[in-house]
């Protein structure tokens, strides 16, 4: 009689045990607000852009930029102005209105605050955050003399190409 008591009490423990491991096995995981908003980003190749330095009213040369996003991709397709127009805009801004590269002191520039001005900027325009990081891939002055000169020589590199490495045969 005892082993059958006990038999019955061993089941009755193995059968809630198997019950409660099965349901936290079937409880929603948990999810990792970082790992699901990095998932949600993607890349936002930048064009190249020429804007012109204008001192003393007259053009002194030519800044060349290139700079890519990574951005919340729903979020960015949901935005009116199209995402390129705005940061095209966004690089005037900064660079002709509020200065913010001196030419004669190029040694100076802090690429890290250039990067988090165009961040700020440009998730300040669209009303939430968008933008998650700058990678700048070229930052190059031309003076106009060397515009206007034959044959035309390579400008000043400001910043090159800071972009993450990325693994063969991704895009």
Known sequence: MIKLVLTGVWICVITLASVYFSMQMAAAPRVDEDAARAAALELIKGTQTTIPVIRDGAVKGYF?????????????????VPIGET????????LVGERMVDIEN???????AFRTKIRDGLNTRFGEQIIDR??????????????NSKPIRKGTPIVRNDSPARPAGSQ
């Not at 060349?64 to 009116?80: C, E, I, P």
């Not at 940061?87 to 900064?94: A, V």
């Not at 700058?134 to 515009?147: G, P, R, S, W």
Request: glycine letters at 2%; zero cysteines.
């Open 106 to 112: 190029l040694d100076r520039f802090d690429v890290e």
């Open 64 to 80: 060349l930029t290139r700079v890519s996003f990574t951005a919340d991709g729903d979020l960015a397709a949901k935005q009116v």
């Open 134 to 147: 700058v990678l700048v891939e070229q930052i190059d002055y031309i003076a106009k003399a060397e515009v």
């Open 87 to 94: 940061i095209t805009d966004e690089l005037y801004t900064l």
